[in-house]
């Protein structure tokens, strides 16, 4: 049973750059949500998609945007990158958006902007 | 603003005794509790999810809560070396049209000390 995936591992980019984030869903799940971990915090919240609509976002601007699709896999996007930008991005998926639905992790992309 | 805290420790444990991490959340409608396990360069792993009042064992771990006094902790049995880790504390509730998305804490850091 193939666990929640992410791609790539790694990047490198340039502040104002643009840069495209990818996630699997574990199977069975069809609700993925998108958090940013920079170095010795805690992950925070950016957004969840649902039935390819975004149906909740925490407190982030609008360069973070993403997409889901029809197979639920999603994309985050990040416009006009900043250093603070830097950070370990995580994806989760769940089954359903409730708040009693377990939500689990991907490996995880991390982002260096420079 | 939820905000959810938790000692970052470092909290230093024997093997073999228990480990016991504590956390407090600010948002009386929280309605999901979960506690997270994350090694150190990976991506946080879903360990317990606790509900309603009580005790929920599963194997060497115990989570409790308390709803009335705002509290959540995770009790290690048996403590062992590979349980060092950093320990995330994170709730969760529908504000209207489903989740809002998991609410961290910052971590608590443990170290089992052979």
């Known amino acids: 049973d193939a666990g929640v995936t992410q791609s790539p591992t790694h990047l490198i980019k340039t502040r104002g750059q643009q840069v495209t984030l990818r996630c699997s869903p574990k199977s069975g799940h069809d609700t993925v949500s998108w958090y940013q971990q920079a170095l010795g915090q805690g992950p925070q919240f950016i957004f969840q998609?649902?039935?390819?609509?975004?149906?909740q976002r925490g407190n982030f601007p609008d360069r973070f945007s993403g997409h889901q699709f029809p197979n639920y896999s999603s994309e985050l996007n990040v416009n006009a990158l900043l250093l603070g930008d830097s950070a370990l991005y995580l994806c989760?998926?769940?089954f359903g958006t409730g708040p009693y639905n377990e939500q689990f992790f991907g490996p995880g992309t991390r982002l260096t902007v420079l | 603003q939820k905000e959810v805290e938790q000692n970052s420790g470092p909290l230093s444990v024997p093997e073999g005794a228990i480990a016991s991490l504590n956390c407090t959340y600010s948002d009386r409608g929280s309605q999901s509790f979960f506690w997270y396990r994350q090694y150190s360069g990976k991506s946080p792993e879903l360990i317990m999810s606790?509900?309603?009042?009580g005790d929920k064992e599963d194997g060497r771990f115990t989570a409790q809560l308390n709803k009335a006094s705002q509290y959540v902790s995770l009790l290690i049995r048996d403590s062992q070396p590979s349980d060092s880790a950093t320990y995330l504390c994170a709730v969760n509730k529908d504000s209207g049209g489903g989740a809002d998305g998991l609410t961290f804490g910052k971590g608590t850091h443990l170290i089992i000390q052979p």
């Open positions: 998609y649902y039935e390819e609509e975004e149906r």
């Open positions: 606790i509900y309603s009042n």
């Open positions: 989760a998926s769940s």
